[in-house]
Each structure stands twice: as structure tokens, then as C-alpha cells.
């Protein structure tokens, strides 16, 4: 009985049950990842050490209680493992083997979950093709000649394959949830410091979050249970008191009310916006509130540049260490300044080098308030007009992309748009990471191709629980729909 595209709810049962073994699951998943090598998806594992810890499981026997004892995940290469390379997709990290464990790993640990296996994902988090590993391209599992979408590309193919029912992956502009609407998957971002950061290797820290991609709503919320936790080790982390998302998955309170933007709405594709359409008017027969509303047209504009002052400035810091004095794979040089040069520009990726010169020119001390103060300024702007699209709605929908995923060789990075007019709409995704609230995307249409685009839920911070609540119950509307194939425009 094969276990490639099961959930964690049947794979539970089964180990449960005794019609499989966790040694069983550990044997198939090495498998898969030998026949699917190619497609650079997996960095590394530890065979040994999966089999050892399904073998624990088997003498032990899997309690009802715990979903995750034996359930196989992969991690992004850019969580810490100890004893296990931990390279965030860049040559500089290739030989970097972690003394210790990210936290959300131990907490995963602690369940005797199955961590079968580091995902690729474009250098250091910076992209959002899943092309700029230094360790290759990861295709879309559906059909190779698409993109995946990154930067969680790796952890996207997995699931989307289903190899593993869920897989770990991080988020900063979009990188959870617009692989999951490229792959057909579900991916969740966290209300900011719901889940630690400690041991993940860092981006742009006040953007950053840790998440979940997974087969189905039902399985994000079960990870989500064990994840969504205070760490005193991360000094961002915080508490969040409306939890047991498994559990009340299916609370949802009709009294919601969903909202959408127009000024994003009314500039889809039409074939995408008809589809949009026709769920908001199902949703009004059943009672459920839609409302139009408005979001400042400037700071939709904004957001791309003032995603790339912030982000950009605070990668360059973050990964100021990188260098190959102290850390990072070295290359000689006569001086300290030539080994660092030399070290970068061998082992950074052309992303890589761009963002860090973009970001290097805002932190120069007669840009910063040009550039990266008034960044700032516009983010607080768009996180109080946030504020107040929640006093106007419980639920915000938005479209955490308008096609399905590019071609390989077509796909272009965010900042790279050259449409003018929509540019702020494949950038909408940003919002969930400048205000930190929480924001999922699950499945919605797909083309005649089969090719999916998913739909984006989001709710207030630290309402993680009412958005999972309302991305189910927009699940059963969505399953009601004549037809969930976009027409031909």
C-alpha cells in the first residue's frame, strides 16, 4: 500500500492501525527520493538515522493522540539540523554541518515526526523562481517545464509530488504561499513570531517567517498545533492564545465577514476575476457577508520598492558574516579584504550579488534616509491601512497570483515586472509579511492543462485560528462550484 499523496490524517490511521509501519513509510519516501534526484529537490538526508528513528517508533507503537509520530517531512535548507549540512541553497554554506537544532525541528522532534530530508530553495531565500540554488533548478512536479516558485521550492515538490504530506519552508515576501498556488498545495504563513525563528537562517528579519506547505488544509492545521508555540530563545517570538486550529477547524462563524479589494479585484485576468465572481456570489447564498473595499492605490504601488529597501538593506546585514574569515566556505586571498571578496564573489549566485548591492547602497549613511527611512515610513502607512481593512472585514481574500506558474526561462523575478499597471498585484502577498498577520493559500481553479492557481486567506493578527477557519469553510464553497477549469479568454 503505497503512501505518495496521503495526508497525514489517513497516514496517522494507517500507523495506528497497523496497516503500515513507520520503517514501511521511511522505505518508500528514501525511494521516491532516489527516483526524483534529478530534479534537485532534496539537498540531503540521513538514512541511517530515518530508519533508527522508525524503527524507535515501530517497538514503541504510535499513540492516537499524536498525528505526527511517524509522518516523513522535509525541512528548507535553511533550518538548522544539527549534524546534518545546512547549506539555505548557497555554494558559501555548502560544508556548513549546524551544532544544533532550530527549534522548530525539536518541537517536530518531540512528536517523533519523520524528518526525512533537507529541501532546496533559491540561495539564501533570495528568489522567487526556485532557479538560484547554487545546487539547480527545481521544476514544478506537475508538469517540469513550469516553475515551481520559490523561494520554498524544494519543500513545494515535495509536497506537491507527495512524497511528504507537509514540508517546513519560510516566507518573506511570498515564499510559502505563491509556490503553494503555483503547485496546487496549501501553504500557511504564521501570524509574525507565532512560530520561532531561532535556528533559521536569516533573510530580512522583520519580514521573515517560518511556515508550513501541505497536502490539505487539515494537515497545515495539525502542524500548526505543534509549531505555533512562545520560544524565549527568539527574541521576536510571541504568544498567540487562540489555538487548537485541528480541532476547531470547522467553527466557522457564518457572522464573518470576507472581504476583497477592488483595486486589485477589478484588474485580474477576466477568466481569474469570473471565477472570483462566481465564489463571492456563492458565498452570499449561503449567508455569508462580501464586501468591495478599498486599498490605497499608492501604497499598492509601493509595495515592491519598499519591499526591496527593507529587505534587501537587512540581508546585507544579516549575512554580513558571510565572508570566509569566520564563516562560509573560503577562498584565499593575500588580505582580509580579498579573502572576503574572493570568498563572495565565487560562492554568491547573481541574485545574491544584486540584492546585496542594492541593499549595500540603501545602508550607505547618505542613503539611509533617502531610501530606507522613508521605507520604513511607507510600511508603517501600509500596516495601518491593514489595521484598518480589519475593522472593515474579518477575512481579506486576495489572488496570491494571477496565471498559473511561468515557464522555466520565462519566470522573472518580482522586481523584474515590467507591467506597469499590475505590477502590485503579483506583489499583493507582501502585505501578510510588512503587517505580520497571518495568511494561507489553498487550492482554487486550475486550466485545461491541469495547471493550478490558488486562493489566499488572511486574518488579523494573531487570528491564525479564525483564518483557518475561514480558508475550510471557503474549501466547501469552492468544492461547489459548477466548474473549477478557468475559461479560455
Request: net charge neutral.
Amino acid at each position: 500500500m503505497s503512501i505518495q499523496n496521503k495526508t497525514i490524517v489517513q497516514l496517522h490511521e494507517e500507523l495506528v492501525n497497523k496497516t503500515t509501519t513507520a520503517t514501511k513509510i521511511v522505505e518508500e519516501v528514501l525511494m521516491m527520493i532516489k527516483t526524483d534526484k534529478k530534479d534537485n529537490f532534496l539537498l540531503a538526508f540521513d538514512e541511517t538515522k530515518m530508519k533508527s528513528v522508525a524503527q524507535q517508533i515501530d517497538q514503541q507503537g504510535v499513540d492516537r493522540q499524536n498525528l505526527l509520530a511517524g509522518i516523513p517531512y522535509f525541512a528548507k535548507d535553511n533550518f538548522s539540523t544539527k549534524g546534518l549540512t545546512t547549506t539555505g541553497g548557497s555554494a558559501i554554506l555548502k560544508n556548513y554541518i549546524p551544532p544544533f537544532n532550530a527549534t522548530v525541528i525539536n518541537l517536530l522532534n518531540n512528536q517523533q515526526a519523520l524528518m526525512s530530508g533537507k529541501s532546496n530553495l533559491d540561495e539564501l531565500g533570495m528568489g522567487g523562481t526556485g532557479t538560484s540554488s547554487a545546487f539547480g533548478t527545481v521544476p514544478n512536479p506537475l508538469n517540469k517545464k513550469h516553475l515551481v516558485g520559490g523561494s520554498s521550492s524544494g519543500s513545494a515538490y515535495g509536497v506537491a509530488k507527495g512524497i511528504v504530506p507537509f514540508a517546513l519552508g519560510s516566507d518573506t515576501g511570498d515564499s510559502i504561499r505563491r509556490p503553494a498556488s503555483f503547485a496546487g498545495i496549501v501553504g500557511y504563513k504564521p501570524t509574525y513570531g507565532a512560530i520561532s525563528r531561532y535556528g533559521m537562517l536569516p533573510y530580512s528579519p522583520s519580514l521573515d517567517h517560518p511556515g508550513v506547505l501541505a497536502k490539505t488544509i487539515e494537515d497545515s492545521a495539525i502542524v500548526a498545533d505543534v509549531l505555533v508555540e512562545f520560544d524565549p530563545a527568539d527574541f521576536t517570538s510571541l504568544a498567540v492564545e487562540k489555538k487548537g486550529f485541528y480541532q476547531n477547524l470547522n467553527n466557522f462563524d457564518k457572522q464573518l465577514t470576507f472581504g476583497y479589494l477592488t483595486n486589485v479585484h477589478n484588474f485580474l485576468p477576466p477568466n481569474l476575476k469570473k471565477k472570483y465572481d462566481e465564489l463571492y456570489a456563492l458565498l452570499k447564498k449561503n449567508g455569508v457577508m462580501v464586501k468591495p473595499l478599498e486599498f490605497s492605490q499608492p501604497l499598492l504601488e509601493a509595495l515592491s520598492p519598499v519591499y526591496m529597501m527593507i529587505s534587501f538593506s537587512e540581508a546585507v546585514s544579516s549575512n554580513a558574516n558571510l565572508a570566509g574569515i569566520n564563516f562560509g566556505t573560503r577562498v584565499e586571498g593575500d588580505r582580509w579584504e580579498a579573502v572576503m571578496k574572493n570568498t563572495r564573489t565565487t560562492n554568491f549566485g547573481s541574485v545574491v550579488k544584486r540584492r546585496f548591492l542594492i541593499g549595500s547602497l540603501n545602508l550607505q549613511k547618505e542613503n539611509q534616509e533617502i531610501y530606507l527611512h522613508k521605507a520604513k515610513k511607507v510600511r508603517r502607512l501600509i500596516c495601518e491601512e491593514i489595521n484598518q481593512v480589519f475593522q472593515e472585514c474579518d477575512l481579506l481574500i486576495i489572488p496570491p497570483s494571477q496565471t498559473v506558474a511561468p515557464l522555466i526561462g520565462n519566470g522573472q523575478e518580482f522586481d523584474d515586472n515590467q507591467n506597469n499597471q499590475t505590477e502590485y498585484i503579483d506583489d499583493i502577498l507582501t502585505l501578510g509579511n510588512f503587517s505580520g498577520i497571518p495568511s494561507i493559500t489553498i487550492p482554487f481553479v486550475v486550466d485545461h492543462n491541469k495547471m493550478p492557481i490558488g486562493i489566499n486567506v488572511n486574518a488579523a493578527a494573531c487570528e491564525d485560528l479564525k483564518m483557518f477557519q475561514g480558508a475550510k469553510y471557503l474549501e466547501t464553497m469552492i468544492k461547489q462550484l459548477e466548474s473549477q477549469v478557468l475559461d479560455h479568454e
